[in-house]
């Protein structure tokens, strides 16, 4: 249960003075639902302005406080289209526009009578040969001279809200915040002289300070490492079954390669977990083709040697079925009976599945999370492989442990090579296994780096390539923020290659039904189409080693990493592989590098190491992350800089308190629900 202190914070924003339902659409937009949401919306910056007295004093792009007369409003011609303008004069009769959009013109209007002087306060910026202040963040009859050089807080806004606005609800926020009892650890809590919980939220919000900024991203990091660890501690004291295998199976396969060193070792370490009686959780974490498949297999296979059932689970249908007739052939040998359970699956086909997963006749199952539905029973499942973990939550993680008789060896795999920092952050909680050396024989692509605008061009590379009957990827980004919009563009630039390439180009995406989905791999898989055009939905797992040429546009919008996993697509054959990466034309200095780093390199984890570096450094006091990190507060470098002292202090905290019932640990408990890694506490008895 929250503890009752908890209780204000969580209040819906509702509570709050002013808050009407025409507030709710915007902040809900924010993602602000609770009082505690808007304690939290730290300030992306803060502005300092200047008093003067007509604008030949000021700079343009400056922040100013200057008396203006308004002499005419000018509406749009269409009422809500364009901008409403109001023309002002200076002390001495410069004119400059205050302009408004949207709805704000309302505001605008009613506060900017004409010939009645006003204080206002803004960023003063060109337009055309005129001076304006776009929506200015204060308009006063009298006391403007008060704005000069008082620090404000700059929030991230969403249509229908206004600076002063939000300021207002974020006030009455910190007026409620409680005093909290302490969960720093008070050695460090003493050495770094952090502020006290309450202050620093106050702290942050009143102007640029580093060290309330740097206790609350700690705070932050603390209770994501301490709710890791308690899954983990817990997970030590399940019950699951010691699953130690004969050889008798594994034996019998017929690998066409030798496994290489690093696949070796995962597979010793895993059996070794697999032999303990506390169940398994492990991450296998290597690069795109480095060869997990045949390392899931082997482990699935020790549980069936040791009489149980292995489930795998895929994120997509597509992955699922291509896992399946992989793991399919390659068990074939070995005689043990496999079957492919999707949402898809109805009727007979179905029923004969769950018979077959009831009575143990089927030995393994691979699928989508259908194989977790609760109208799926196993006669006794011993191990589940997840596919791709990052899709899956903690939370996710722990509802399929709850599916056997005993709780299951887990083995997570990944192919998302992410900093040793962050994969602390995402899987704490888990023993990791590295596959850290590629297979043999593997060709390096050549990476080469295209102004978008080159197009042409490069669709004649394209039509090259295919000429000598190899394949080819073709990507359209994810970039609106909008899946309709990146469909839609993904489907014009489909139809364009296909007006040039006729049948050969298939088309992927997200909102394909699954059927044309698979219909359209199985054509480019059996190479009877050549071109694949696809949103990211091919950026896991596809194989396909006959592809061999990789385009993706506007390359920039991309992660890093998963640059690298798109990349890794090709070069999976031996033909020489080649990945163009268009770009636009504003591209940053950042990424010029960060696009000269995927030339440069195609080791996984340097490329996930440098991508931290080059973001953590050139960031901006509170930029949000860009959601490849589970953090809102910490920034990279405050991440790289304390999640290990945080990671330490968590484990330090369960091994000692592991029920959290020290007056720290209580405390570490009102931070999880806090923080809402509240998952953590509630799998400690009476938590
Ligand atoms: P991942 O899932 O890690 O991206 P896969 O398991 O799909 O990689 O393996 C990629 C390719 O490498 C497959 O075609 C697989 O058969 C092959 N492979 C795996 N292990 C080895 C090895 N030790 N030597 C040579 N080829 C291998
Ligand atoms: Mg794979």
């Known amino acids: 249960m929250r503890p009752d202190e908890l209780n204000p914070l969580f209040a819906e924003v509702e509570t709050l003075d002013g808050v009407g339902p025409k507030l709710m659409k915007p902040l809900g937009r924010l993602g602000l639902s609770r009082v505690r949401d808007l304690a939290y919306h730290l300030p992306d910056r803060f502005v300092t302005r200047r008093a003067v007295g007509n604008v030949d004093e000021a700079g343009e792009g400056e922040q100013i406080v200057i008396q203006l007369t308004p002499t005419e409003h000018k509406a749009p011609y269409n009422p809500g289209r364009g901008p409403y303008r109001i ?8 004119i400059i526009a205050i302009t408004y959009f949207g709805r704000a013109s309302y505001s605008g209007k009613k506060l900017l009578p004409v010939g009645e002087t006003r204080w206002v306060a803004g960023r003063l910026d060109r337009y055309g040969d005129m001076l304006q202040i776009v929506h200015p963040d204060h308009v006063l009859e009298e006391g403007g001279e008060t704005l000069q050089r008082l620090c404000e807080p700059v929030y991230s806004l969403a249509e229908g809200l206004t600076q002063p606005k939000i300021g207002g609800l974020v006030g009455q926020s910190l007026a409620k915040l409680p005093d909290l009892p302490e969960w720093i650890e008070p050695g460090l809590f003493e050495r770094e002289g952090w502020p006290a919980w309450s202050d620093a939220l106050k702290l942050a919000h009143k102007g640029e300070n580093a060290q309330a900024r740097e206790r609350l991203a700690y705070d932050e990091l603390l209770a994501n490492s301490l709710a890791l660890m308690l899954v983990r501690a817990d997970n030590r004291q399940r019950k699951g079954r010691a699953l130690v295998g004969d050889g008798s199976r594994r034996g019998k396969l017929q690998l066409p390669f030798p496994l290489t060193g690093a696949q070796e070792r995962s597979n ?39 009489g149980a059932q292995a489930a795998l689970l895929a994120p997509t249908e597509i992955l699922a079925r291509q896992h399946f007739e992989t793991l399919r052939s390659m068990a074939a040998p070995t005689g043990v009976e496999i079957a492919l359970l999707t949402g898809r699956d109805k009727g007979r086909a179905r029923e004969s599945i769950l018979m077959g997963l009831m009575d143990g006749s089927i030995d393994m199952v691979v699928g989508t999370h259908a194989i977790f539905q609760d109208t799926v029973a196993y006669k006794d499942l011993g191990l589940v492989v997840i596919d791709e973990q990052h899709r899956f939550g903690v939370a996710q993680r722990l509802m399929l442990a709850k599916k056997g008789k005993t709780t299951p060896h887990t083995l997570a795999m990944t192919a998302t090579p992410i900093p040793r920092t962050l994969t602390l952050a995402q899987y704490g909680e888990m023993e990791v296994s590295r596959l850290d050396e590629l297979p043999p024989g593997r060709q390096a692509i050549d990476t080469l780096v295209f102004p978008q605008a080159r197009m042409e061009e490069v669709a004649d590379g394209v039509a090259r390539h295919l000429e000598t009957g190899q394949q080819a990827y073709w990507v359209c980004p994810m970039v609106n923020d909008n899946e309709t919009l990146d469909i839609a563009a993904a489907e014009a630039r489909y139809a364009a290659l296909k007006e040039r390439f006729g049948e050969a180009v298939v088309l992927v995406h997200g909102q394909l039904q699954a059927d044309q989905k698979d219909a359209a791999m199985e054509r480019f898989s059996s190479g009877e189409a050549k071109l694949l055009v696809a949103t990211t939905v091919i950026e896991v797992g596809v194989d396909v080693p006959a592809a061999t040429l990789m385009v993706i546009e506007q390359a920039e919008r991309f992660g890093l990493a998963q640059l690298h996993q798109l990349r890794g697509r090709v070069g999976r054959g031996s033909e020489k592989s080649v990945c163009l990466l268009l770009r636009g034309d504003a591209l940053s200095e950042t990424g010029k590098k960060r696009l000269a780093l995927m030339r440069e390199t195609q080791d996984g984890f340097r490329i996930a190491e440098e991508d931290l570096e080059l973001r953590g450094g050139g960031e901006l006091l509170g930029t949000r992350q860009s959601g490849d990190t589970p953090f809102r507060i910490a920034t990279l470098e405050q991440i790289q800089k304390w999640l290990p002292v945080a990671h330490d202090d968590a484990q330090m905290l369960v091994d000692h308190d592991g029920g959290l019932a020290s007056e720290r640990g209580k405390a570490a408990r009102t931070l999880l629900y806090l923080m809402e890694r509240d998952w953590g506490v509630q799998l400690l008895r009476g938590g």
Not at 87 to 94: E, H, P, T
């Open 268 to 306: 010793r370490e895993i059996a070794g977990d697999m032999a303990q009686v506390s169940p398994m959780l492990r991450l296998l974490q290597g690069d795109v083709g480095a060869g997990k498949t045949v390392v899931a297999l082997e482990a699935m296979l020790v549980a069936v040697e040791a």
């Open 87 to 94: 023309l002002a004069q200076d002390a001495v009769g410069n």
